[in-house]
């Protein structure tokens, strides 16, 4: 099975650069997640590695061979979207069957194939069904068998889950990898669902406005956000400017809005304008005080909600305007209420700094 590699591929339209000089590498068998906001250029750059879509500067490499100037038909990819059709006046059977026909294999080989690639999807005892009598959810898992069974051997998923209901897409999110693993393909995957590309992906690409901001196995983009944008479109982590007041050899104090915060980090001075970036889970919410905690905010409970066993608790900093998200283990808290005053308490460890961004934190953060 193929890697595929871009080197240094933009990509134009009139004034607007979709993709800019844009390197990445997928190694053979995996599954990589292109992970971005809408308009990042996630479309544009399944297109360029389809060759639906010419680059205006840089190379694809498809299994180390240059395919710039191969066909897409040449390229033994499936592209595959989310509002992918079948054809409706075909039994199910013949929509997976369409692709080894067309590429001229023995009719009981075609058949064979579809049966194989419906069985994968766990619809092989609806074959002779027509895609009308099959659900959204199935008629997708069809579609998938479809593009599976022409034999590529790199699939091209553009957001392929997006348009089912929630919890049958959550479904169908493992078994699009499991069907890549058990096929051995490799997969490129693009979404602008944090979650989706957690649950899936080998390797996440993060991109944003055509560039690659980070590239890393979910942990890393997670744990270790490269920028602010990433911890907070990847971890919802709070993110604030700060000022730095006062460091040593390891650590910085910064001030945000008149609250004094402790952080492991090196390489800044006194007076520096620094991004700071907390995650939800790395923020306790307590009764009492521990006088002996690094950071210890008395903030004040304002909205609670609940996700798949968590508590999500936004607070504000009593006597400021700063937000903190808190995420905590359901059982914890159960007696939390809205309008109580709690402290908020993180280690300085897990305080991120980051010099302030060029363009801005408002533009930094902005999803377009
Ligand atoms: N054919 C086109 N003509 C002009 N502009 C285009 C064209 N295709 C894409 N763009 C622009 O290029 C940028 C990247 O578009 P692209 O569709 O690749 O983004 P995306 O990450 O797939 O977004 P979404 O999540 O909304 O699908 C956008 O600003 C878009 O408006
Ligand atoms: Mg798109």
Redesign the pocket.
Known sequence: MPSVELVGVTKR??R?T?LDNVSLRVEDGEYAVVL?P???????LLRIVAGVLKPDAGEVRIGEAVVNDIPPDERGVALFFQNFALFPHMTVLDNVAYGPRMRGLPEQDCIRIAREMLDLVHLLERANSMPHELSGGMQQRVALARALATGANLLLLD?PLSQLDARIGEELRYELRRFVKDLGLTAIHVT?DVDEAMAVADKIVVLKRGSVIQVGSPEEVYLKPKTPFVASFVGEATVFEAIVRAVDSERVRVEAMGVEIMAYAQGFSGGDLVVAAIRPESIRLLREAEPALANRLEVTVERISFIGGMLRVECGVVGTDLKLLSLVPDEENVELAEGEKLFASFSPEEVSIYPYPSEGLFRELSLE
């Not at 809408?38 to 544009?44: F, L, R, V």
């Open positions: 339209f009139g607007k979709a971005g809408t308009g990042a250029g996630k479309t544009t957001e602008n």
